[in-house]
């Protein structure tokens, strides 16, 4: 990509990752020189969007990165241009995201808007450009990236179609290991019969995290949360049961076209931080044939009958 060295040599002034330095006021030409140099160095395969036969540019649009950010093209255009107000974290974070940022372009980034560098934890949220680009490419089965205290990072359409559409959590709720023991229609998806071996893989899952991050950090809080609002929880977080595995196979209920017996494979970041999975169907088989289905009605509901 273009200006990669550039921005090696403007690196090197940095603190070193995870230390948090007040960088000051908002260094608006060089956000905006950045943001069109990492634009114009994607293209629309690297984020798995088609380029068109009248293509008139090299890198993304501008608005192409807007709706990957989820904003408005006007507010990302005025970044762009050196007239936006100081964007949020939660903004840069998306930012990033859509640019397919390495964590240290991504700390470059907030620096450059006036904003201390995220921590790096064992819990960074900032998904792992190496997954991204899977993701990008798994349009004809349901796929999603986690952290690992279960919030959905990234989500492609079929995962939102079968799973529900999770970008709207906030707080406590972006985790499934919170919904799970807090929110029963969360419970839905699964069989009865796989639901308590399905609550302790969540916990073994979280206190995998938990391990990982220590007691003073988000998974911390969380395991206190569950704590006092749940005694199932409670009582499996006892079992001292530890996991970061996902099973091979789920049978999963969806309110339309019943179950759907499915393969789950996981793609974990070295840190183990984060994984993509990727959920397949046998070929020809009956689960084949409702991923299909789902791929045509996306989260539809079917009529009811008059």
Same mark, same amino acid.
């Given at each position: 990509?273009?200006?990669? *060295? /550039?921005?090696?040599?403007?690196?090197?002034?940095?603190?070193?990752?995870?230390?948090? %330095?007040?960088?000051?006021?908002?260094?608006?030409?060089?956000? /905006?020189?950045?943001?069109?140099?990492?634009?114009?160095?994607?293209?629309?395969?690297?984020?798995?969007?088609?380029?068109?036969?009248?293509?008139?540019?090299?890198?993304?649009?501008?608005?192409?990165?807007?709706?990957?950010?989820?904003?408005?093209?006007?507010?990302? &255009?005025?970044?762009?241009? @050196?007239?936006?107000?100081?964007?949020?974290?939660?903004?840069?974070?998306?930012?990033?995201?859509?640019?397919?940022?390495?964590?240290?372009?991504?700390?470059?980034?907030?620096?450059?808007?006036?904003?201390? %560098?995220?921590?790096?934890?064992?819990?960074?949220?900032?998904?792992?450009?190496?997954?991204?680009? &899977?993701?990008?490419?798994? !349009?004809?089965?349901?796929?999603?990236?986690?952290?690992?205290?279960?919030?959905?990072?990234?989500?492609?359409?079929?995962? /939102?179609?079968?799973?529900?559409?999770?970008?709207?959590?906030?707080?406590?709720?972006? @985790?499934?290991?919170?919904?799970?023991?807090?929110?029963?229609?969360?419970? !839905?998806?699964?069989?009865?019969? *796989?639901? *308590?071996?399905? @609550?302790?893989?969540?916990?073994?899952?979280?206190?995998?995290?938990?391990?990982?991050?220590?007691?003073?950090?988000?998974?911390?809080?969380? &395991?206190?949360?569950?704590?006092?609002?749940?005694?199932?929880?409670?009582?499996?977080?006892?079992?001292?049961?530890?996991?970061?595995?996902?099973?091979?196979?789920?049978?999963?209920?969806?309110?339309?076209?019943? +179950?759907?017996?499915?393969?789950?494979?996981?793609?974990?970041?070295? !840190?183990?931080?984060? +994984?993509?999975? &990727?959920?397949?169907?046998?070929?020809?088989?009956?689960?084949?044939?409702?991923?299909?289905?789902?791929?045509?009605?996306?989260?539809?509901?079917?009529?009811?009958?008059?």
């Amino acid at each position: 990509m273009p200006g990669r *060295d /550039a921005l090696s040599e403007d690196c090197r002034s940095l603190p070193p990752a995870g230390l948090e %330095a007040d960088n000051g006021a908002m260094d608006r030409p060089a956000l /905006a020189a950045f943001l069109r140099s990492r634009r114009e160095g994607l293209r629309p395969d690297d984020v798995g969007l088609s380029a068109g036969p009248r293509r008139r540019v090299n890198g993304l649009r501008r608005d192409e990165v807007a709706a990957l950010a989820g904003m408005s093209t006007d507010y990302y &255009v005025r970044l762009e241009q @050196s007239r936006s107000p100081q964007p949020s974290e939660q903004m840069l974070s998306a930012v990033a995201r859509a640019l397919r940022l390495t964590n240290d372009e991504r700390d470059y980034l907030y620096r450059l808007a006036g904003h201390n %560098a995220p921590k790096r934890t064992p819990l960074d949220t900032h998904v792992a450009p190496q997954l991204m680009r &899977v993701l990008d490419r798994l !349009d004809d089965t349901p796929a999603l990236i986690l952290s690992s205290l279960g919030e959905t990072l990234e989500q492609n359409r079929l995962a /939102a179609a079968l799973l529900g559409d999770h970008s709207g959590h906030t707080g406590f709720a972006r @985790s499934s290991v919170y919904r799970w023991f807090t929110d029963p229609a969360d419970r !839905d998806i699964y069989p009865p019969a *796989d639901r *308590d071996h399905h @609550s302790r893989a969540q916990v073994a899952g979280l206190r995998a995290a938990y391990g990982a991050a220590g007691p003073d950090s988000r998974a911390g809080a969380l &395991v206190r949360e569950l704590q006092k609002l749940s005694p199932e929880f409670r009582e499996i977080w006892g079992l001292q049961d530890v996991a970061t595995r996902f099973e091979d196979h789920k049978t999963l209920l969806h309110p339309e076209l019943g +179950a759907i017996d499915l393969d789950c494979q996981a793609l974990f970041t070295e !840190d183990q931080g984060q +994984a993509l999975l &990727v959920l397949t169907a046998e070929p020809r088989s009956d689960a084949a044939e409702k991923l299909a289905l789902l791929a045509v009605i996306g989260r539809q509901q079917f009529s009811t009958p008059a």
